[in-house]
């Protein structure tokens, strides 16, 4: 009885081969994804949207495929190998375990370009951003760090110190913290950091930096902003800016934000695919940041802790809380 | 289905199979369900994958991560049999105190590892086949080797003693059989065996993830259901063997369900087509045999 099902499965699974279209000059992209979720969602139609405005039309010349491994990594270990065994002519996978799992079954043979990836330096998926050599690329969406101290920089261009609220134990957030210490550094402003371990410990941490900075910078770390109002009050008591990472938290009194989407995250991945179509050698293009941002500001909350935008400042920016 | 795609599927079958027997141990012969897979797999695969960046020999990290599993394994085991909180709420425990020390462990939510030597290395140097070939071939030599010293195992004195334990507690400890002790080496075992399984899946992958282990204990039970399904579970050694075959038989249906597109299926659809699968695949026999039966009684 086993051997008879074991076989009929077998089978099965050898019959079911995937049929490829024979276009002459149809490209192959296979897509993957950790799991599926807006953000995530929103890389994946912009890659597919910019394919598709310069001539690579789904079902037409364009042979496109997605996959979820819907959080499994042993699933996403198994689409990578299907789609490798498949041959395509790119491989796009999105977020870090997608990532990893596809550059592990292609070893080099197939290019892959990764999205939304925060560190592809540390998740090995590449060496160095500039030139990566072998055949990974794509594009990160680590904070535009340098962009951020730009806003803070613009908006207070006499800001001697930075104060940064964080979460110890979160990940993300050291790095991030890490990351915006050595750019601000390296351009003569002092960074004075505040742990927050939990929710209710944010209002405290906050207040320690009151005296010592002109200023406030909450990255995405999920413990500060979860509590972010405990920082804006803060902000508008001891009137001191505070700038944000996001732009959710302009909404809830930042008075100013630079923020991405993941859909733009998405078009930069489909521009590196479309060049790798076009001929172009995966190890040949630059790993991307984000590139493009939304200023949001909140006027209001920026007269409270005694900063006046620009008009200029207001007049670029793509929202206006008032 | 390519030619890679069907060996991956075998070498994830293979890799899980492993899990299969840590699930078998904690859930067929000591009847103790025990969710603490979900966390001690990330667990194995954190430890080795730091171990391994900090220049550790893959082989040493693989049983640095047993020794981690097995610890996770008495860390539930206890809660249960000195501390007398139900086994289901015991394995919960462990597993979510698991998701910090796996933070812990790698420093972040993902350690990387393309690139570095592992176990696979010295074999795709020594075995002139492709790669693909490699790696199931290795995980095939791993799991006879553990089908091995674990049928030995089970059929030892203290083998049969954890055996009597899952299936009559009292009447074993009447025997006078400490079944606390079998329960603290049972739970161990299976979870220094999900370790290794951890470990191992870390450097086909390419890395360990924090979110590794999700419903590890869902793939690890389906495998043991189908092994049951498709082979006798008459002795220890079939029961075991059916754990691997189950475990394979479940990824190669994940496969087809990747592959289910022709039949216009989506990306989605993948969880609700493999539980399917997976449910055809273990009321067909039951169904079989008594369509069997029926027409014999006809012919009669």
Redesign the interface.
């Known amino acids: ?2 051997k008879k ?2 076989t009929a ?2 089978g ?3 019959l ?4 490829t279209a024979a276009f002459a000059d149809s490209k192959t992209v296979k897509i993957t994804s ?1 799991v ?1 979720h807006p953000a995530l969602d929103a890389a994946r139609k912009g890659v597919k949207d910019v394919l598709a405005e310069n001539g690579y039309v789904d079902g037409k010349s364009l042979n496109w ?4 491994a ?13 789609f ?4 395509p002519d790119v491989i796009v996978a999105i977020a ?2 997608s990532a ?2 596809a ?3 292609a ?1 080099g043979r197939i290019p892959v370009v990764f999205s939304a990836v925060t560190d592809p330096v ?4 590449v060496k160095q951003w500039e030139k990566p050599g072998g055949a990974v690329t794509g594009v990160s969406d680590m904070l535009p760090l340098e962009k951020h101290l730009g806003l803070i920089t613009d908006a207070l261009p006499h800001a001697k110190t930075v104060g940064v609220p964080y979460n110890p134990g979160e ?2 957030a050291v ?1 991030l913290v890490e990351g915006f210490k050595k750019i601000a550094e390296s351009k003569g402003i002092k960074v004075v950091t505040a742990s927050a371990p939990s929710s209710g410990d944010v209002l405290m941490a906050v207040r320690s930096l009151v005296g010592k900075v002109d200023a406030i910078y909450v990255t995405t770390d999920n413990t500060i902003v979860s509590a972010f109002e405990s920082v804006v009050k803060v902000g508008m008591d001891a009137k001191i800016p505070v700038f944000a990472g996001d732009t959710g938290s302009v909404e809830r009194g930042a008075a100013a934000a630079l923020g991405f989407n993941y859909y733009d995250i998405g078009r930069q991945t489909g521009q590196i695919v479309l060049d790798i179509l076009n001929g172009k050698k995966a190890g040949d293009i630059n790993v991307q940041g984000v590139e493009k941002t939304n200023l949001h500001v909140n006027t209001e909350s920026a007269a409270k802790m005694g900063l006046s935008l620009s008009d200029a400042m207001v007049k670029k920016a793509e929202k206006v809380v008032k | 289905m390519s030619l890679i795609a069907f060996l991956g599927a075998i070498e994830t079958g293979l890799l899980f199979g492993i899990v299969a027997l840590g699930v078998f141990i904690s859930f067929r012969v000591l009847d103790f369900p025990d969710l603490t897979v979900d966390g001690s797999l990330p667990l194995g695969a954190a430890t080795a994958a730091t171990l391994i960046v900090n220049g550790m020999n893959p082989f040493a990290a693989c049983l640095a991560a047993m020794a981690a599993g097995a610890a996770a394994g008495l860390v539930t085991a206890w809660l249960n049999v000195r501390l007398g909180i139900l086994h289901l709420l015991a394995s919960i425990l462990t597993m979510i105190a698991l998701y910090s020390v796996n933070l812990r462990v790698m420093g972040k939510p993902n350690q990387a590892l393309l690139g570095e030597e592992t176990v696979f290395t010295p074999f795709e140097n020594m075995i002139d086949l492709p790669y693909y070939w490699v790696t199931p071939m290795v995980l095939l030599g791993i799991i006879l080797l553990i089908l091995i010293l674990l049928n030995l195992f089970l059929s030892s004195e203290m083998g049969l003693g954890m055996r009597a334990t899952g299936v009559n507690g009292r009447m074993a400890e009447a025997q006078g059989i400490n079944t606390s002790t079998m329960k603290l080496t049972g739970i161990a075992l299976s979870n220094a065996m999900v370790a290794l399984a951890g470990a191992l899946f870390a450097q086909i992958q390419g890395g360990a993830d924090i979110t590794m282990g999700v419903g590890v204990i869902v793939v690890g039970l389906a495998a043991v259901i189908l092994g049951e399904a498709t082979i006798s579970t008459r002795t220890i050694i079939l029961a075991t063997i059916g754990c691997v075959v189950g475990s394979i038989l479940y990824r190669v249906v994940v496969a087809l369900a990747l592959n289910a597109d022709f039949i216009g299926l989506q990306a989605q659809d993948l969880k609700l087509v493999t539980a399917v699968l997976v449910v055809l695949a273990m009321t067909l026999p039951g169904a079989r045999q008594k369509w069997a039966k029926r027409k014999s009684i006809k012919g009669a």
Do not use: C, H
């Open positions: 009885m086993m099902i074991f499965m077998m099965a699974a050898l079911a081969t995937s049929a950790i599926e495929e997605f996959q979820s819907q959080g499994d990594v042993g699933i996403a270990g198994q689409i990578a190998k299907k490798v065994g498949a041959a870090t375990p990893q799992a550059v592990a079954a070893r540390s998740a090995k998926l990940t993300n790095v």
